[in-house]
């Protein structure tokens, strides 16, 4: 983890932002305060048709009428 003062990031933010997209987190900060942190995002996971299957079930009584609200529906 790297600590940098925001007025040295302005100058530096060519090397920072590489050095984030190289897995570093960088802190920067004002007064001695971190006031953000600079880091890589990870790429977001495709999701594939399926790829739940046998993990979700419906019970059988799914869609009969709940005990407690019987008198509404009589």
Known sequence: MQQVD???AQSQITQLL???LRGEEII???DNQ???KLI??????KRRR????????IAPDFD???EDFR???D
């Open 28 to 30: 920067i900060t004002r």
């Open 71 to 73: 008198e509404y529906t």
């Open 50 to 57: 399926g790829s739940a299957k046998g993990q979700i079930w």
């Open 40 to 45: 890589q995002v990870s790429p977001i996971a």
């Open 64 to 66: 009969q009428p709940l």
């Open 6 to 8: 925001i007025m040295a």
């Open 34 to 36: 971190p006031i953000l």
């Open 18 to 20: 590489e050095s984030a």
